[in-house]
Each structure stands twice: as C-alpha cells, then as structure tokens.
C-alpha cells in the first residue's frame, strides 16, 4: 500500500482506454493520450459545474436542497435518455457491480445535499474554496480507510489548508450559522472524495455512459423519494433553468467521469482549482460578491496545500516506480 489514497486510486488500477464492451486496453501511447484527454475533460467539466451550481444556487431561494438535488439529477437524466434514445446505445448503460453503484449512488445523495445547503447560504467562492479541500481530505482519510502511512510534511500541509478554509469563513465574525453551512460544506467535500475513488474502481468494468446514468438515476429518485412530503411544484422561469441544469449538469458529469477514469486523481486534480475563477466571477455578475480579503488569502492556502500534496503524491508513485540500481 503506498503512502496515501490518492497514490493508492492512481496506482491501483493502470491507465486503460476502455472501449464500448468495458474491456480494458493498455498501450504505451495511450498511456500520454488518456491522461492528456482527462484533464481537458476536468476542465470542460469544471467551467460547465460552475454555470450549473449558479443556476442551482439561485432555485435554492424557492425550493428545498433536497428537492434541488433530485431536479438536478433527473433534469440531466432526461437528457442522457434522449442521448442515448438518439443513438441506440441502451447497451452501454448495462450496470456492472451493483454493490459500487448503490455506494457511489449514497454518497452522491449526501454530497450533492449538503452542497445545495451550503451553496444556498455561503457565496459560490465560499463554497468552492472548501470543496477544493477534497485532496488533502482523501490524504487524512486514507490513515483510517486503508491504514497508510502519511508523513509530516503531508500532514502539516492538510493543517494549513484546514486553517485556510477557517480564513475564508471567519466564524468569530458570522457564528453559528457560516459554521453549520461549512460543516456542510465539509461532507460535500468527503463524499465527493469518496466518490472519486469509487469512479475509479467501476471504470473498469463499466463505461463512461453507464457509470453517469446510473449515478443520476440512483441520486435522482431516492432525493425525490425524501423530498416527497416537502415537494413544492414547479413556477415560472425556473422550469427554464432547469432546462440549463440538466444540460450542463450532464455534460458536466459526463466529463467530469470520464476525466477520473482516463487518468489518476493526481493527474486531473489540480484542474480542479480553476473552478475558483469562475466562482468570482459568477459572484460578481449576479450576486454582486466581491471576494474579500481574507477569501482571496484562504483560497490561495487551500490551492497551495492541495497542490502540494497532489505533487508529493505524483514524486511518490514515481520513485516507487523507479527500481533502485544495485550498488557495484
């Protein structure tokens, strides 16, 4: 076992180009394509999740967060089914691994609740700054899930990004009330790591198609299910923006699924800061939010420490690597 999960999900399974059938097929050029592939896919994905939690952001002052999360995933639902009509590839949505789907899927329902909560009551940046965590949250729990070793400079570098999201939200200035929209922020961001690993461990048996229609199925029907008692119907303009949510939502998550299978979480992850940008500026031009001071500085410590751990990571498996030449 290597030193952490990040390294444990790049290491665990080759980089494979999966063809239609989930057969996995390795060669030396794909191994530079796929990689290169998966971190265009992150950055498409990111810049369209951006434009989606905006839309989402701003049906959470009418509805639920629960009720949020099943119109976002069954919205986008609607349109994989047209897709998939269209071409006729109702073969390639065939589940395999049951056990996996139904984990992803429970990790989905409370990653994609706690982050309408908390997206509802902090600003976009706000709340991406502590999403953005998610590396140095999958290094603290790979020491209780799989009992690797993580060394002090890993350590100390998930405490200093820890302390910028506390810079970002100053709870000696706004209380309880930031504190318990971050906390759920906090289980986004877990889940969201968890989840991560377990995309990696279904691409490959699964294709791309079927591991993103079972997850907004799965999500989209049990948010419903718990939504049901508090459900408030649908007015207006906002069947218009859920039209746009479930467009860029499934090209989000097509993407952004097929970015984690092409290439390791240590390859596609740090293209996940751009994300930061676009907050900014969705702040600006509709919430009139500028970032603050003490965002900006916060930001950049948890941009730096995930980074940082991203790249000890990425030395790590290459050593690893690497065989020791013997001594003459």
Known sequence: MTANALTWASNAF???????????????????????????????????????????????????PVQVASLRSLSSLVCMLIVIGARGSWR?????????????????????????????????????????????????????????????????????GLGGVIV??????????????AAAAMLSTVCYALSALTVRALSRTNTSLALVFWYLFIVGFSCALIAAPDWRPIVG??????????????????????AFSRAPPSVVGPFEYTSILWAFIIDRLFWGASPTVNLIIGAVVVIASGIFVIEEERRLAQRSATPETPRP
């Open 237 to 258: 303009i906002d069947w218009l923006w859920l039209a746009g949510i479930g467009i860029t939502g499934a090209l989000g998550q097509f993407w952004l699924t097929v």
């Open 14 to 64: 080759t980089i494979i180009s999966v063809n239609a059938t989930g057969t996995a097929i390795e060669t030396p050029h794909t191994h530079s394509m796929q990689r290169l592939r998966g971190i265009a896919y992150m950055i498409a994905a990111v810049a369209v999740f951006s434009i989606m939690d905006a839309l989402m952001k701003s049906l959470t002052e009418r509805y639920p």
């Open 92 to 160: 390639d949505v065939r589940m395999q691994g049951v056990k996996w789907h139904l984990l992803r899927g429970v990790l989905g329902i409370a990653m994609l609740s706690s982050f309408i909560y908390a997206v509802h009551r902090l600003t976009l940046a706000q709340t991406y700054s502590i999403y953005l965590t998610a590396p140095l949250l999958m290094t603290a729990l790979s020491v209780p899930l799989f009992h690797e070793k993580v060394s002090p400079s890993r350590w100390l570098a998930i405490l200093i």
């Open 168 to 181: 970002i939200l100053k709870p000696w200035g706004k209380g309880a009330y930031t504190l318990a929209a």
